[in-house]
């Protein structure tokens, strides 16, 4: 397999825009949320294309104090957009969730890229970024659905002891589902990536497991240390 992938023009990515339309259209139809959608679609094209040039750059980069101010970045916006689910603690849960996903996801960056892939140097962007943003990622998620599920249990009633186990049981669904779904419902992105660049499925399959297990361990290493680090005496009540 040594075919290469083929590149979208401009004018042909247009089509895609087409379903989406529709989706808003039917959104505006039903009073609903359409014109937060046009915002979303609008900034993910925005980001999208300055991240483009923008690791363009990175990539060319071979300094270390670059990368590492870049996951710096990673880690304290996900850290924030993590708690978008309960923005009345925000401010005072945002130092919880900055070590949680520091510990829980540096840590499992540095297990991957350094015993697992063995990157040399061990800041290489090409690398380093795309999955420094993967493993962020799903720790923010994970923290989010934590601290969100954590506050409505508590506003329950529920004790806090059971509440934190339900908040992290709730944080991890996504991706369970996902390992069980991976092969048989989906080809995620990484692998799919990799199968259109022309790399051997046996290949891309290791990638993914790795991927995978990296997400896994990320969100459930994240939303325990946040569960575990923030006190039980934080007013979460409304």
């Not at 080809?187 to 022309?198: A, C, F, H, K, Y």
Request: net charge positive; proline share 4%; charged share 10%.
């Amino acid at each position: 397999m040594n075919e290469t992938i083929t590149t979208i023009p401009f004018s042909n990515l247009i089509i895609i825009f087409i379903p989406v339309a529709l989706v808003i259209v039917i959104l505006h139809k039903w009073s609903l949320e359409w014109k937060n959608s046009i915002y979303a679609v609008f900034r993910m094209l925005v980001q999208l294309l300055m991240i483009g040039y923008f690791l363009s750059y990175i990539f060319e980069s071979r300094e270390s104090s670059i990368i590492v101010l870049v996951l710096s970045i990673m880690v304290f916006v996900a850290s924030w957009i993590a708690l978008g689910t309960i923005p009345n603690q925000r401010q005072g849960l945002f130092k919880y969730a900055l070590i949680s996903i520091i510990i829980g996801g540096g840590s499992t960056l540095v297990l991957v890229s350094q015993l697992v892939l063995k990157l040399s140097p061990w800041y290489l962007p090409q690398y380093m970024i795309p999955i420094a943003g993967m493993i962020f990622a799903s720790s923010m998620n994970g923290v989010s659905l934590a601290g969100e599920r954590l506050i409505a249990e508590l506003n329950r009633d529920r004790s806090y002891t059971e509440a934190k186990g339900i908040a992290l049981r709730a944080a991890l669904i996504p991706i369970t589902n996902s390992l069980f779904a991976v092969g048989l419902v989906s080809l995620p992105g990484m692998m799919t990536g990799q199968i259109l660049s022309g790399i051997s499925p046996l290949i891309a399959v290791r990638y993914q497991i790795m991927v995978m297990c990296m997400i896994f361990s990320a969100v459930g290493l994240s939303s325990f240390l946040f569960l575990l680090t923030v006190p039980s005496k934080v007013k979460f009540k409304s």
